[in-house]
């Protein structure tokens, strides 16, 4: 790919994998590049930029403030231009074309990506098309046949009626609070003061009842229940929640990609767990598309989620 200013598609892709693996050793494996390239790459860009992007710790390496905004910004544009890339590049004549819908999360996106190279680098008689979308999106996709199979969180893979579940990964769940949130103290959370805050939820269309139930029971496990909830069509870690100190979520470890927000883990062992899943329809899913299920690694498989 072309640079443009100097910054390359390579530098950001290095940029993001040392982000989320806090060391340029890490990042560097996983991009089957040396430590010295990556090192390279990274100094290219704040050359180019202008401005440090990392900082060396005893544990690694840490984002400055122009990282932390640089990743806020570039983290959403960057998924999207990757599935791009892979939507235009697997339109080729000569092969049969798997289509895979993909949460917009980060968490999830970069696991699917991994399968995504592992399946065509064994299968070269079929390409992957990736669409990235929101829990309804998907899931009215997967009922109409626009998908092979999607990948999304186990919470909105209920009333999917003959579809198969497919258990990838288990996630750990986090609560997120603004950095200014009164229900902080130091690196704890203090869960009374938590239960004044008002708990911020996706208006999940395939929820009718909109009850927030999987948060709620989050919330019961460590002794409080949210005096409000506030529902919100969009992404509550970078929309109303920046601007509502007195308020909460609870979703995964790619909230963390964001600035102006705090992550603590739950304490408390969940009944049900926030977990990757793959869905399809045996009924409407291509020969191919059955081929690339089976390329994908389960930890668990089960037909419905328990």
Do not use: W
Request: proline share 3%; glycine share 8%; with cysteine.
């Amino acid at each position: 790919m072309n640079d443009y200013g100097g910054i390359s598609f390579l530098q950001i892709e290095v940029f993001l994998a040392v982000a989320e693996s806090k060391s340029i050793s890490a990042a560097a494996q996983k991009m089957y590049i040396s430590h010295s390239a990556a090192s390279r790459l990274i100094n290219k860009l704040e050359s180019c930029m202008k401005t440090k992007l990392l900082k060396r710790t005893n544990q690694g390496v840490e984002l400055t403030e122009s990282g932390e905004k640089l990743l806020y910004r570039i983290r959403p544009l960057f998924n999207r231009l990757n599935a791009t890339f892979y939507d235009v590049g697997s339109v080729e004549m000569n092969k049969s074309v798997v289509r895979v819908g993909c949460l917009d999360s980060a968490e999830i996106f970069s696991e699917v990506k991994s399968y995504i190279m592992r399946c065509e680098s064994e299968y070269s008689d079929f390409s992957v098309d990736l669409s990235l979308g929101g829990f309804h999106e998907l899931r009215e996709g997967l009922l109409e046949g626009k998908y092979d199979c999607v990948f999304t969180y186990s919470v909105s893979g209920y009333g999917l009626h003959n579809t198969i579940v497919r258990y990838c990964r288990d996630f750990d769940t986090f609560f997120i609070v603004p950095e200014n949130s009164p229900a902080t103290e130091g690196d704890r959370l203090d869960y009374r003061k938590l239960s004044e805050c008002t708990l911020h939820l996706y208006m999940r269309t395939d929820r009718y009842d909109l009850s927030g139930g999987f948060e709620l029971d989050v919330c019961r496990a460590h002794g409080f229940s949210p005096r409000n909830m506030q529902y919100a069509s969009d992404d509550p870690a970078s929309s109303s929640l920046l601007m509502d100190k007195n308020g909460f979520a609870i979703g995964g470890s790619s909230f963390d990609l964001r600035s102006g927000v705090r992550l603590f883990k739950t304490e408390k062992p969940l009944e049900k767990k926030q977990s990757m899943v793959l869905l399809f329809n045996p009924g409407q899913c291509s020969a191919n598309g059955e081929r690339f299920v089976e390329s994908v690694p389960f930890y668990r498989s089960e037909n419905s989620i328990p």
